[in-house]
């Protein structure tokens, strides 16, 4: 878990960066297709591989529909 100090200073790094936080909801199944499609982390126990690999995935997603 990070510090107090490590939390503030990835808050005013994102919002130098004007970043958005947002909070969504995946279940089991979710993260299990996630992973059959490449996304290598999406099953992990440890939350922030899971984070990574649905936000690769999310990202990619939007790329693909921006080249449309």
Do not use: P
């Amino acid at each position: 878990m990070a510090t107090l100090r490590e939390r503030l200073i990835a808050r005013r790094e994102a919002e130098r960066r004007k970043l958005r936080n947002f909070t969504i909801g995946v279940s089991d199944d979710d993260l299990r297709v996630i992973e059959q499609h490449g996304y290598e982390g999406a099953l992990s126990t440890d939350q922030e591989q899971q984070a990574q690999a649905v936000s690769r995935f999310i990202t990619n997603a939007l790329a693909a529909r921006s080249d449309r």
